[in-house]
């Protein structure tokens, strides 16, 4: 898919690097669109700029009523944020709506932004909060409003030599309050149908003062309902205004018929999202049914190496050193099989739909067929083969013979993987975390019920282990 990958080991480089391709290349940060792209022959190219080792630009960061997000910042860095409820719960929503946890660990907000696509769920709850872009180069800087940024259907005004280094909002408060909400066909791994972000400031009087709507998969862009945003100024939020808010707001949608849903429809369900959105914040429930510790499937990474990349990979897979030669341009689930001859994760979709691939890379569960190779140099990473502790089985495993959890076996080694990392991650983990970390795993041959069942009894042995004194142990 491509030829030669260029890894600056600084901001200062990789901008020089950007100036010098321009747009005969392309960058690739977390590749979780770049690489389905690639794979589609969309917007091909012969080299890869890959910025993942730019570390100074994975953050998320409160300064008072600001907030600031690094280009490199995943969807699960979000996530984490000891803020995200409180001051930035839309952004928040929507990245947990985001894929699966292996998507979101790769990720990132800026990659969503730029790519542009009028269903990527972080934009409209960005342009609710009126987010700002800081775009660098090796000319200068410049901030552009994310209003501004889009210039038509899946394109931008970014320039061929720069790139997204922070993204700016204010953060909400108990006055200036918000909720994303999406429609899509399944609960996890799914396209939005339409989405919605509401942002409302109201007085003391608790008659609203401001009101921003965004509005996702209604028109060629993220678009804000401008009718509805300037009926609800100076009103009280009751049912009434609820409903016509809604009603007005279909007046700022264009929406196509596709295969995910008609016209029609979708105006009839985005004037219930509305009315339900406003009808949340006006009783103060629109965090319900956000979890109080989102599933990440990603734990501590090890102490990353830094081993000039001369096209090598250097890593070190299973607790032993790896030179993958001649894989910089495969994907890690390509390298992995081809170069250091490790089967056990499997091809299913090449798309990150099925989690058949799914591997540890620096601590996280991530889908290797969206990884370019390159990004596992200097990196620790852990595949089936090296999950059990010499000749005892991981708990997991063992509990997947016992429950009868495997069918044909082939999505098998994937969602073992997502499993174990969740049980590295907590310890006590409810069926709803069993469910959230398989969420990006599918199985074809059966149900989940034992594949859930095995989950649940491996976090039990554990437990049990956990319990019992360490000289029982010895």
Not at 186 to 208: G, K, P
Request: with cysteine; charged share 20%; net charge negative.
């Amino acid at each position: 898919m491509w030829r030669e990958v260029l890894r600056p080991a600084s901001l200062g480089e990789a901008l020089g690097v950007l100036a010098t391709h321009g747009t005969s290349a392309r960058i690739v940060a977390g590749g979780t669109d770049v690489l389905v792209e690639l794979q589609r022959g969309v917007k091909p190219t012969q080299t890869l700029i890959d910025v993942s080792a730019l570390r100074e630009l994975k953050y998320v960061r409160r300064s008072g009523d600001a907030i600031a997000i690094g280009g490199l910042a995943t969807h699960n860095d979000v996530l984490a944020a000891p803020f995200a409820r409180a001051a930035m719960l839309p952004l928040a929503q929507a990245c947990i709506e985001v894929g699966a946890p292996q998507i979101r660990a790769r990720g990132t907000l800026a990659g969503n932004l730029v790519t542009a696509s009028p269903a990527n769920d972080t934009i409209a709850p960005l342009l609710a909060l009126g987010a700002e872009l800081v775009l660098t180069s090796s000319h200068g800087e410049r901030t552009v409003a994310l209003a501004d940024f889009y210039t038509g259907f899946r394109t931008t005004g970014l320039r061929p030599d720069e790139l997204v280094r922070e993204i700016r909002f204010a953060a909400l408060n108990t006055d200036r309050r918000g909720i994303f909400l999406k429609l899509g066909l399944r609960r996890a791994q799914a396209i939005s149908v339409i989405d919605v972000a509401v942002i409302v400031v109201r007085d003391a009087a608790e008659l609203v003062s401001e009101a921003r709507i965004a509005l996702g998969c209604l028109a060629p862009t993220v678009v804000r309902a401008v009718a509805a945003e300037r009926y609800l100024v100076g009103k009280r939020l009751d049912a009434a205004t609820c409903a016509e808010a809604g009603r007005l707001a279909c007046d700022d949608a264009a929406p196509i018929d596709d295969v995910r849903g008609s016209a029609e429809y979708r105006r009839t369900t985005l004037a219930a999202l509305i009315a339900r959105a406003l009808e949340r914040i006006a009783s103060g429930r629109e965090a319900d049914g956000y979890p109080d510790a989102p599933v990440l499937l990603e734990t501590a990474a090890p102490p990353a190496r830094s081993p000039a990349f001369d096209g090598t990979i250097e890593t070190t897979i299973n607790g032993a050193p790896h030179a993958l030669v001649n894989a910089a341009c495969k994907t890690l689930l390509n390298a992995l099989r081809e170069n250091a001859g490790l089967t056990g994760a499997k091809e299913g979709c090449a798309e990150g739909e099925c989690g058949a691939c799914t591997v540890w890379l620096d601590g996280a569960a991530v889908m290797s067929c969206l990884v370019p190779a390159s990004q596992a140099h200097g990196s620790t990473i852990t595949t089936i083969e090296g999950l059990a502790d010499g000749a005892e089985l991981h708990p997991l495993q063992q509990a997947y013979i016992d429950c009868g959890a495997v069918q044909c076996g082939f999505c098998i080694p994937g969602m073992i993987m997502a499993g174990a990392k969740l049980l590295e991650e907590r310890r006590a983990p409810s069926l709803d975390d069993h469910q959230a970390a398989i969420s990006g795993n599918l199985c074809r041959c059966t149900g989940y019920r034992k594949i859930l069942d095995a989950m649940d009894a491996a976090a039990r042995e554990l437990s049990a282990r956990e319990a019992i004194p360490e000289a029982v142990h010895a």
